[in-house]
């Protein structure tokens, strides 16, 4: 797997985290939060709410970059993410070359 | 006899709600009257919170905005703000607007409907609204037919669309909203779907501040009644639909931008000019014909 060079920043790169709340009686199931989600951090629960709907749960604890598109996307307002505490990137997360984190 | 079984909650994983989460933006919504009336997957509920974020990004003062908005499921958006708001007869969204905003002129007003209320049966308050560029903000929500009623064909259904009037295939000429509302006289126009919501957050913000008649089309999926009828699947098939088809043409020419059935969709900011509004208009008009005669229209201090 090849590298970027690593940036000279590095030290000072903080990996902002975040924490996902899921408000799961508004869900309706639309799915919206978990298809765009950047880091693929939520899948569908097999539970059911109250009004039937699957709703999203978080499948990979701690990947959260707080970049909220969940929250802006979702058409309930069941889901939203509050800044958590930054941490320092590790070795895996430096970006791969060619990889396309723009989306 | 034994008694036939009617409790099932033990083959069910219901869960209790859990403590009490409070989103961020609840202090500008109504959610006691939560869960509101939108489908599954419809995209008017994102573009209630780009709308919302949209104003946050502005900085205006949320106790000098109103909303008005008409019939339509989108139509709803105004009861589920907590701005002063206003849910006004189908089509009365613009004149309604217009009067609070010449009566108010510190109000800054947005109206939030859908494309059948502004552009068919409020057509006409739409064009002369436009004309005189009264200081208002339009946010038109299409989603190409009139969900609510149940599918009928509208103004902006395309070409070959099926619709419940229109069970061939539609064969009506739709609108092009961008270029009626640039040929009419608006100061900035814009087209964004619900899946562009960074930028339609800007957009909003940018005509929120806009002073004129900006209008913004959005795209939004339907999944009840076009997007079922038409055979595109669920919301999440509409979204990933604009994903690939949209094309963003920062001011392209509003004649060209017309939506043709599951075709491109061309998105991006089109129109931003400056022009005097209504207001400015009248009293540069007045006060060089009357001079000191003319007194402008200020609203009264103890004014409700």
Request: charged share 20%.
């Amino acid at each position: 797997m090849s590298y970027w060079r690593v940036p000279l920043d590095i030290q000072n790169v903080k990996i902002p985290k975040g924490d996902i709340h899921i408000i799961t009686e508004r869900c309706k199931g639309c799915n919206f939060c978990v298809e765009y989600c950047p880091r693929d951090v939520l899948e569908m629960s097999t539970d059911f709410n109250r009004k039937g709907y699957h709703y999203p749960q978080v499948l990979k604890q701690g990947a959260c970059v707080n970049c909220n598109l969940c929250e802006m996307i979702c058409p309930e307002f069941s889901i939203y993410c509050l800044e958590g505490e930054e941490k320092p990137p590790e070795p895996d997360q430096v970006l791969r070359k060619g990889e396309n984190h723009e989306s | 006899m034994s008694e036939p079984t009617t409790d099932y909650t033990d083959t069910l994983t219901i869960p209790e709600p859990k403590e009490n989460l409070k989103h961020p933006l609840e202090s500008y919504i109504r959610s006691e009257r939560f869960p509101h009336i939108w489908c599954s997957s419809c995209g008017i509920g994102t573009i209630v919170t780009a709308y919302i974020s949209g104003l946050q990004k502005s900085g205006l003062d949320p106790e000098k905005v109103a909303v008005v908005s008409g019939i339509g499921c989108s139509g709803r958006a105004a009861g589920y703000l907590r701005l002063d708001s206003f849910h006004s007869t189908h089509g009365r969204a613009l004149p309604f607007a217009t009067g609070l905003a010449l009566g108010n002129p510190e109000l800054k007003v947005s109206v939030i409907s859908g494309d059948g209320d502004i552009a068919a049966i409020g057509g006409n308050h739409f064009i002369h609204s436009a004309r005189r560029n009264i200081d208002l903000n339009i946010i038109c929500i299409n989603n190409f037919n009139y969900a609510m009623t149940g599918g009928q064909a509208g103004p902006t259904t395309p070409l070959e669309a099926n619709a419940s009037t229109t069970p061939y295939g539609c064969y009506e000429y739709p609108f092009n909203l961008p270029f009626l509302a640039e040929s009419s006289g608006a100061v900035y126009v814009a087209r964004w779907t619900a899946l562009h919501i960074r930028r339609l957050t800007n957009a909003i913000s940018e005509a929120l501040q806009k002073p004129g008649f900006s209008f913004i089309e959005i795209i939004s999926p339907c999944p009840t009644l076009y997007a079922r009828r038409n055979r595109l699947g669920t919301g999440l098939d509409t979204m990933k639909f604009y994903h690939d088809s949209a094309t963003i043409q920062h001011g392209a020419d509003t004649r060209e931008v017309d939506i043709e059935y599951q075709k491109k969709i061309i998105v991006g900011k089109f129109v931003d000019k400056d022009k005097p509004t209504f207001t400015e208009a009248r009293d540069t008009f007045l006060n060089k014909k009357l001079g000191d005669q003319y007194v402008p229209y200020r609203r009264p201090n103890n004014g409700h």
